[in-house]
């Protein structure tokens, strides 16, 4: 039974409870951290990009002993039609040094790393404990939690919810709506075993070095659907992320689709002769910044997945989450040494830290609606006649080229009015700017 009193509980031990927990107990605060899983990673079935940079503000020393699968030399994006694809390939060669910026890591291992370092920095972390309801006084503060554990609740100044994107205790506390199935992806992935080098060899790797390949294109259907191959250590993970909201309107599978991914021309080199290790699925977080909840109020703060936090241009919603979890963090940190209880706005101080070093999440608010909007012409038709352009581009063939030009000019054309056309011109650089 634990009666003592923490200075925060900190609920989930992903990336954004993680850091967040980190950052507290090595500021020498008295840190609770529950989580479900058996372990830190347990639940996670992913394989991520991680941006140094942002590990290095929480453990700076983190590449002598991190499980980092490989360091990210190229990044491929792919426009898909049936049977081709038109690729975009970014080498970066600034990776080649001793400190690469980017690193491929599989969450199951480095989540438990993580953990462990959270743990050697002081704080009491318990897993297989499900926390059941967040603790409210008369006047709606928050006081703690309750949990599967034990009857009672579990006290702190503050409570910090890194419950991930389906976390169901802020909704059932009614402090932030549950995402509509528009607001989330369903992401399906498998593992495929291969021999370290016969990785190396189908993509160009030297040891060590990693790739990730982004693809979007005839797996869509009209679709918001992107798929992503990324080679690891020894093994290849495959998946696909479609809308909910587009599986529910079109009665797809998920599996269906990756199906159709997998065999398609491009991929099935990659994998050939694998062994599939693993399937998995998850729910991913797909609003931005104009869904961001209230992300405090009197006792608690919300990071991470589980607060929306996600730069839909860039991706890398897991390095969002690791940033939001340290600002938080910090935030909880200055008011405590301030010697402040958590009022009504003592937490807002996160809010305005978050806004003011990471402006990207309102840079490109408007990026998913236009996506979502368009995902017949931004994913299945502008690949299909890009990669028709391009083939009549780089073959003689045996028609005249005149003609082929004219005849893409008319498939542009039939497929987009000129002011459909100059509309996405227009609202395209405005998303991005
Ligand atoms: C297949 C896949 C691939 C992805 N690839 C990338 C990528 O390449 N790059 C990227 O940046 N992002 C990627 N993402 C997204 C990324 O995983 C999330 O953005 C990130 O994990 C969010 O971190 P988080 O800490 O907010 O939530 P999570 O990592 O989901 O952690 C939440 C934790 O809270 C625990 N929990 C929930 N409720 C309770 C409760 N009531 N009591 C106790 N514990 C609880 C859960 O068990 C879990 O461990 C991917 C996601 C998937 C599914």
Redesign the pocket.
Known sequence: MIEERFDAIV????????AAALTMAKRGMKVLQ????EY??????????LDADIVEQLTPDFREDAPLERRLVEQRFWLMDRRSHVGLRYRFNDCNDERPNRYIVI?ALF?KWFSRKVREAGATILYQ????ELAQNRRGRVIGVR?DRQDGIIHADVVVL????????GTCAGLRERPTPDQVAL???EMHLLPRETIEARFNLKRDEGI?IEAAGSISRGMTVMG?I?ANRECISL?I?CLVSDLQRTGETPYALLNRFKRHPSVVPLINGSELKEY?A????KRGYNTIPQLCGKGWVV????AEL?NTSH???????MIS?RIAAEAIFRVKSRGGRSTSNSFSLYKKMLNESYEDLKKYKDMPALMHTQPDNFLLTHPQLVSKAILNFARIGGRPKAGEKQSDSKSFGDVWSWTGLFGNGFRLPRAWR
Request: hydrophobic share 40%; charged share 15%.
């Open positions: 609920v989930g031990a992903g990336m954004a409870g993680n529950l989580e479900r899983g830190s990673g347990s639940k996670n079935v992913q394989t991520a990009i969450r989540d404990t499900t926390v059941t949990t890194a419950e991930g994107v389906n976390g169901l205790l992401q399906v992935k990730v992503f990324c998946g992320g998995s998850h729910l991913i977080a990071v991470g997945d589980a996600n991706r890398g919603p897991l390095n969002v989450a979890g």
